[in-house]
Each structure stands twice: as C-alpha cells, then as structure tokens.
C-alpha cells in the first residue's frame, strides 16, 4: 500500500498546486481591470490637461493628479508581476522572472 500512498500524496500536492494557480490567476484578473480603469483614468486627465492648457487655464492642479495616478498605475503593475512571480525592470520596465539576474531587454542588473 506504500505506493498507493506516495500516489495520493501527490495527487493531493497537485491539488494543491493547482489551487494556488488558480488564486493567482483570479488576483491578477482583478488587478489587471483595476489597472485598466486606472490607465483609462489617466487618460482623461490627460485630456483635461490638454483642454485647460489650450485655453490658458492653471494646469498644475491636473499634473499633479496625473503624477500621482501614475505612482498608482507603477505600483499596481509591480503587485501584478508579483502575483505572477515577475518582477519589473526598475530601467526599461520590461516584466522578468524573479530569479533573473540581469534584465533580458535592456541589460540592467538587478541587486
Ligand atoms: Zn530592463
């Protein structure tokens, strides 16, 4: 029966893999659309911004809004290559596996 065993624990190790897969699928599905609402409202504001400094208006307030949406928008991407075992190139931004050394696009060394 010790085959039997070995067979289940393994089935069970599967299970397990899969679920953890699965988990991480669902985050990344619901980052990746709270990311897209993001972009879309950048997007927007880029308008407004474009609207105002056409008419002459203060900008500053709207800039300011974007930078910040922007730091979101970075933030939000590094949580999404987390969930996915990735990491962001601080350089080019490319997505690289975590245990890569150097960045495959652009060659930055990571610490
Ligand atoms: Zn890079």
Redesign the pocket.
Known sequence: MDGFDDFSKKLENAGKKLFKKTKEFADTTKLSIKLKDLEIDLENLFQQAGKKAFKGEDTKEVFDEITDLQGQIESLKAEIADAKDMKI??????E?PKEAV???????KFE
């Open positions: 190139c601080p350089n080019c931004k490319s690289m150097a960045c495959m696009k652009c060659g930055h």
